[in-house]
T-cell receptor, first 112, second 116 residues
Framework: GNSVTQMEGPVTLSEEAFLTINCTYTATGYPSLFWYVQYPGEGLQLLLK?????DKGSNKGFEATYRKETTSFHLEKGSVQVSDSAVYFC???????????FGSGTRLSIRP | GAVVSQHPSWVICKSGTSVKIECRSLDFQATTMFWYRQFPKQSLMLMAT?????????EQGVEKDKFLINHASLTLSTLTVTSAHPEDSSFYIC????????????FGPGTRLTVL
């Protein structure tokens, strides 16, 4: 079946550090891939997405590249800020009409 | 961008009572909405897919008589937790699909339910 596996947290970094959160997926066909962010006490916000192989999604300094050969969609940011502290979810969707399948989430804490 | 609202944002109720949660798409019509449940520090799990004008499709293991879903209009879906118990306490999140313009799911801010 379709599934998403992402790096377990929590992840704690100092401000301005480089961030990588690993995400791999299992799916038939060519799913769309997403990263969502959830700030404390809030709902989900779409951070970025990619719909086909080799696409790079980017937003707010975050990037992720859809790698079909490694079935991965790792999230990266060159210099994190305290305000990036949140829970990050990797997710996939087989088609626009289907449900979104989420990974377990990675809690990120940034120290000043 | 497209906005999805939920009401209430949080609710506390006594065991045995029923609670209704509303999910509205504010600036687009949604023939399909989805209801998710999130336990503390865990991921979102899909409960059911709500289709306007027809019965909802429930995921395996979700009690349809316990979690009643109504999608009576193109902008509103409701989830009613019937005879709530403390184990139903959770964060409930809906999403709505904008099929016409962006073909994207947009998430609501969530409703935190606490059953005493």
């Amino acid at each position: 079946g379709n599934s998403v596996t992402q790096m377990e947290g929590p992840v704690t970094l100092s401000e301005e550090a480089f961030l990588t959160i690993n995400c791999t997926y299992t799916a038939t066909g060519y799913p769309s891939l997403f990263w969502y962010v959830q700030y404390p006490g809030e709902g989900l916000q779409l951070l970025l997405k990619a719909t086909k192989a080799d696409d790079k999604g980017s937003n707010k300094g975050f990037e992720a590249t859809y790698r079909k050969e490694t079935t991965s969609f790792h999230l990266e940011k060159g210099s994190v800020q305290v305000s990036d502290s949140a829970v990050y979810f990797c997710a996939l969707q087989r088609s626009s009409a289907s449900k979104i399948i989420f990974g377990s989430g990675t809690r990120l804490s940034i120290r000043p | 961008g497209a906005v999805v609202s939920q009401h209430p944002s949080w609710v506390i109720c006594k065991s045995g009572t029923s609670v209704k949660i509303e999910c509205r798409s504010l600036d687009f019509q949604a023939t399909t909405m989805f209801w998710y449940r999130q336990f503390p520090k865990q991921s979102l799990m899909l409960m059911a897919t709500s289709n306007e004008g027809s019965k909802a499709t429930y995921e395996q293991g979700v009690e349809k008589d316990k979690f009643l879903i109504n999608h009576a209009s193109l902008t509103l879906s409701t989830l009613t937790v019937t005879s709530a118990h403390p184990e139903d306490s959770s964060f409930y999140i809906c999403s709505a699909r904008d099929q016409l313009y962006t073909d994207t799911q947009y998430f609501g801010p969530g409703t935190r339910l606490t059953v005493l």
